[in-house]
C-alpha cells in the first residue's frame, strides 16, 4: 500500500487549500484515514480522520469549523479542505491509513504514511 499526499503549498492568512490522499495498492474501504501535520521543532499531530465506510469524522479541536474531511471512492482519495488559514497551521501535513481501527488521533495507530506535503500560511 502506498499513500501520495498532495495539494500543499503557499498561501496567504485567510486562505483556503485542498490536500489529497491518495492510495495505491489497496482501496481505502473499511480503513480509517487520518491527517497528521508537524510543524519545525514540534510533534506530530492529530489533524482530522475519517472513517470509510459510514464516514464518521473527528477533528482537533485547533481546526474544527475551518476544516472538512472527506471521501471519494471513485477516486479512492481522501481530501482535507482547509479555510480560514493561520499562520499556526504552517506545517508539513501527511495522510495515514490503517485497516484495523475504527478511530485513533494517535499516529502510533496507523500503519501506512503517505510521505508529506508542506503548507506554508504567510503574508
Known amino acids: 500500500v502506498q499513500l501520495q499526499a498532495s495539494g500543499g503549498g503557499l498561501v496567504q492568512p485567510g486562505g483556503s487549500l485542498r490536500l489529497s490522499c491518495a492510495a495505491s495498492?489497496?482501496?481505502?474501504?473499511?480503513?480509517?484515514v487520518g491527517w497528521f501535520r508537524q510543524a519545525p521543532g514540534k510533534e506530530r499531530v492529530f489533524v482530522a480522520s475519517i472513517r470509510w465506510n459510514g464516514g464518521s469524522t473527528h477533528f482537533a479541536d485547533s481546526v474544527k469549523g475551518r476544516f472538512t474531511i472527506s471521501r471519494d471512492s471513485a477516486k479512492n482519495t481522501v481530501y482535507l479542505q482547509m479555510n480560514s488559514l493561520k499562520s499556526e497551521d504552517t506545517a508539513v501535513y501527511f495522510c495515514?491509513?490503517?485497516?484495523?481501527?475504527?478511530?485513533?488521533?494517535?499516529?502510533?495507530?496507523?500503519?501506512?504514511w503517505g510521505q508529506g506535503t508542506q503548507v506554508t500560511v504567510s503574508s
Open positions: 495498492g489497496r482501496t481505502f474501504r473499511s480503513s480509517t
Open positions: 495515514a491509513a490503517d485497516w484495523q481501527k475504527i478511530y485513533s488521533d494517535y499516529d502510533g495507530d496507523y500503519a501506512y
